[in-house]
């Protein structure tokens, strides 16, 4: 089955009851037994929930893995991966991450004796120099957010699969339309659903795809014992999602170019991060195992300014200034005092994280709109 038609009947099939051909939302916590332990299959709400189960089956199918986790947001789904790990494990992490991943990181998973290593990845080789018997878990994001860094999985899943280390790679700005890491080798597969796969702004969720049944079995138990599911409603707003993954994204992947090249020729631009430039590092390894290179991009206007960057993102108008990416609408931000602020300045700076640089999530709205907008802006 292709990837456009796995998003609509990928591991779904209509409703046992009734045949409906959304899955319904069983909004209950519990459910009838005729005997102690005598149930259909599910029992407590925690635990399974049909709704829930339907996301978490077209979870797997869409990133053609076994296994899927539908949790109550991305941070919960990592908190669950980094429960995997004890005092005195140690983990080698993106240096170029999401600020709330960091966050947990640094104040929650330091604090319970797990020792953090942030490595620039953008040559793969770099990450054995970190290696060592206390590894357990090589963290990677790519693209990187917000500096649009490229890292090689299947590289990267070599490194692991030699020295016995997990890969878990946060797919969220690929999603699985662009990029499937576990067929390129990692063995855990991570997605802010909030992002692209919910796609509309609406809800907020976490997912995660394996296809090791062992490796499911113990996220499964630490979901059911942690509790950070989503809930039934959540679920069919993401099942809904999934089903027009593949065509946003098209047309994602079109503005973005074509907005892309609007800032790289715009005489107030100093540099825009997009990794499908054949001048970006690793474009070669981006072309290589992405189908395309999305509608996430960042950007530093001339001079590298605070004042000016603050300027353009609060004059645009049909880009909203606001937390977020990867639904139908536009977004824009400033990464160092909104997604990243909580990473300390001199260590986010050293990444390209400065005080100018501007991230925008390209939406689905018209090519010359939005061009049109941050001309104006930029004026």
């Given at each position: 089955?292709k990837?456009?038609?796995?998003t609509i009947h990928?591991?779904?099939?209509p409703?046992f ?8 939302i069983y909004q209950?916590?519990?459910?009838a037994q005729t ?7 599910f ?5 399974h929930?049909?709704t829930?189960?339907a996301?978490e089956n ?7 893995g076994?296994?899927g986790?539908?949790?109550?947001s991305?941070?919960?789904?990592i ?5 995997l790990?004890k005092?005195g494990d ?8 999401y600020?709330?991943t960091?966050?947990l990181?640094t104040s929650i ?7 953090f290593h942030f490595?620039g990845?953008?040559n793969?080789a770099n990450?054995?120099n970190f290696?060592?018997?206390?590894t357990?878990l090589?963290w ?11 890292i090689?999985i299947?590289?990267?899943?070599t490194i692991a699969?030699?020295?016995n280390?997990?890969?878990a ?6 999603t699985p339309?662009l990029?499937?890491?576990l067929d390129?080798?990692a ?11 919910g796609g ?5 969720m976490?997912?995660l795809?394996?296809s090791d049944?062992?490796?499911a079995?113990?996220l499964?138990?630490i979901q059911n014992?942690?509790g950070?599911?989503?809930g ?7 099942l ?12 994602h992947c079109?503005?973005?170019?074509a907005?892309?090249?609007y800032l790289?020729s715009?005489?107030?631009?100093e540099?825009?991060y997009w ?7 690793n474009?070669?390894i981006?072309k290589?195992?992405m189908n ?7 950007f530093?206007t ?6 000016d960057?603050?300027k353009?993102?609060?004059n645009l108008k049909?880009?909203t200034?606001?937390?977020s990416?990867?639904g139908?609408?536009s ?6 005092s ?10 986010r700076?050293k990444t ?5 640089l501007?991230r ?5 709205e ?6 049109n907008d941050?001309?104006?802006a930029l004026?």
């Open positions: 089955m990837f456009n038609t796995k990928g591991k779904q099939h409703d009851a009734y045949g409906a051909v959304m899955p319904p209950t916590s519990t459910y005997t102690p332990g005598g149930h259909k299959g029992e407590y709400s925690r635990t929930n049909p829930r189960q996301l077209a979870f797997a199918s869409i990133e053609n076994e296994f986790l539908a949790f109550g991305g941070l919960a789904a908190d669950a991966v980094m429960k790990l005092p140690e983990v080698i992490s993106t240096n170029d991450l600020g709330g960091y966050r990181f998973f330091e604090g319970f004796g797990i020792k490595v990845m953008n793969a990450i054995e290696v060592n018997d206390n357990k090589i990677v994001e790519t693209p990187t957010n917000p500096m649009l860094n490229i090689d299947k590289a990267t899943a699969k030699k020295h280390i997990l890969l790679v946060d797919n969220t700005f690929a339309y990029q499937q890491p390129l080798g063995d855990i597969v991570m997605h802010s659903a909030t992002k692209y796969i509309h702004s609406d809800l907020v976490g997912a795809i394996v049944k062992d490796l079995n113990r499964y138990f014992a942690s950070a599911i989503c039934p409603q959540d679920a069919f707003l993401a809904r999602g999934i089903k027009t993954l593949h065509v946003r994204m098209q047309r079109e503005n973005g170019k907005v892309a090249n790289a715009h005489p107030k631009v540099k825009v990794p499908g430039f054949e001048n970006h590092p474009h070669s981006a290589s195992q395309d290179f999305g509608g996430m991009m960042s530093n001339k001079g590298n300014n605070y004042e960057a603050i353009v993102v609060e049909i880009f200034l606001a937390e990416l990867g139908v609408e977004l824009a931000g400033h990464p160092a909104m997604t990243h602020a909580s990473i300390p300045r001199e260590e700076i390209g994280v400065v005080d100018s501007i925008l999530s390209v939406g689905i018209d090519e010359e709109d939005l061009i941050l001309k104006q004026g």
